[in-house]
């Protein structure tokens, strides 16, 4: 049976923590902060599943033999990776060092590498390998953005959830770096052969790692001789390798276009409104109902026209409203953040704006000249509405309503991600008991 040992932390005075370790016996395990299980690899760090008793959660404990935590530019970069927060980087929960060891906690969920999945046989194509590249993307694009690389990105550091067709990925291992451990084995061939861990470094590691997803082999930097089979996303992949594409969102719009857009929607309500996309991070757009008896006022005019440098301004009549509610149920467009009307639409149902409101992710702001203060406000609060903006108004009044609004719909739609991370790690979690039942039953 596998020693459990005792992980309490304490704090040190200086703002990190001290890690007291030494095996206990099951019985005591209540008294513990985090009491370690099973060991599920060991390497570079060995990897223990563990129990966070006061958050009653399982947790992963790594604990990296002859470091300390006496570094404090260490301290300092694990601090920051501390706070990435991306829900496609496995977050972490707690670090701390003792006896000689540097322990990182982080939070677990069910699922295999990549690269067992890689050797199991599944390969990646299509929109499928958009969607990898897309999640992984966003997460070194979070860190990136912070002053932070990975630094040893392999199919070994990529942990996948769900199923073949609702894949989800988690980016691990983002503390190497931060204590400035050499490559492994596992992530040398991936890693730009002689160069230092950087954000371009990271991004030429995951073309690598999206070239073996596709074809199944493991690439080597040597004359980079990998089948390129004529395919667009080869052709993306090579500008990132030449350094050409140093950015991870000029790299992640160059890879979904060359794999043919966005990906299709789930028909899950929860889920729905882009494939893995995280709303919050989609680009702030604004509908505007332009037919309207009070929206096609000429001072609105102005308003629109200051907003259209800080917000995606979309000026929709009639006709223009048919064929985006279209592509909204053929899942070809995404809602916008906000939508801007007047009471007429509000009075006839526009279809379009029924199909809007069936989502708390798009906020609804109604504009009206209607004198009766009372009736407006009773139609407002009766359709659930977010805002209303009382005409005349000065121009910058109703610049800052839409601006409070957005800000507002981004705060919810960074909820709704979060909300749609947890059910996909537990469907992950489901699906994976659901697949051990099968095959001990």
């Not at 108004?393 to 609004?405: F, L, M």
């Amino acid at each position: 049976m596998t020693e459990r040992i005792q992980v309490e932390l304490a704090p040190d005075g200086g703002g990190m923590r001290a890690l007291e370790v030494r095996p206990v016996k099951r019985e005591e395990s209540s008294t513990s902060r985090y009491v370690l299980g099973d060991l599920l690899h060991a390497g570079t760090s060995a990897v223990f599943r563990a129990y966070h008793r006061h958050m009653d959660r399982e947790v992963v404990v790594k604990r990296y033999a002859g470091l300390t935590m006496d570094d404090a530019d260490a301290r300092q970069r694990l601090a920051r990776v501390g706070a990435l927060c991306h829900p496609h980087t496995a977050r972490i929960l707690d670090v701390g060092g003792a006896g000689g060891s540097v322990f990182v906690v982080r939070e677990y969920f069910e699922g295999k590498t990549l690269a067992w999945h890689l050797q199991a046989g599944l390969r990646f194509e299509g929109r499928a390998l958009a969607s990898l590249a897309t999640q992984l993307l966003k997460s070194l694009g979070e860190a990136h953005a912070r002053g932070l690389v990975h630094g040893s990105l392999c199919p070994e550091h990529i942990l996948v959830a769900g199923s073949e067709d609702e894949a989800y990925f988690e980016l691990l291992d983002y503390e190497s770096a931060a204590l400035g451990l050499p490559l492994s084995a596992h992530a040398t061939p991936y890693a730009p052969p002689g160069v230092a861990p950087s954000a371009l470094a990271d991004l030429q590691a995951l073309a690598m790692v999206l070239r073996s997803a596709s074809t199944g082999l493991t690439p080597a930097w040597s004359g980079r001789t990998w089948p390129a089979g004529g395919a667009p996303t080869s052709e993306v992949l090579e500008r990132v390798l030449h350094g050409e594409l140093a950015d991870a969102a000029a790299f992640e719009a160059a890879f979904r276009a060359a794999c043919g857009g966005p990906a299709p929607r789930s028909p899950d309500p929860l889920l729905s409104f882009g494939h893995y996309e995280l709303l919050a991070e989609q680009p702030p757009t604004l509908w505007v109902f332009s037919d309207g008896p009070s929206t096609s006022w000429s001072t609105l005019a102005e308003v629109w026209n200051e907003l259209e440098p800080t917000y995606e301004v979309v000026r929709l009549d009639a006709v223009a409203r048919a064929r985006a509610l279209e592509d909204l149920r053929t899942g070809r467009s995404n809602p916008p953040w906000l939508v801007v009307f007047s009471d007429l639409h509000v009075l006839l149902g526009d279809p379009l704006l029924e199909c809007l409101q069936q989502t708390g992710e798009v906020g609804r702001v109604l504009v009206s000249t209607h004198p009766n203060y009372d009736l407006l406000e009773a139609t407002v609060n009766g359709c659930g509405l977010d805002r209303q903006v009382c005409l005349p108004a000065e121009p910058d009044v109703i610049v800052t309503a839409v601006q409070r609004s957005m800000a507002v719909i981004h705060k919810r739609r960074e909820h709704y991600d979060e909300l749609r991370r947890r059910v996909r790690l537990e469907r992950a979690q489901v699906q994976a008991l659901v697949r051990s039942l099968a095959e001990t039953g």
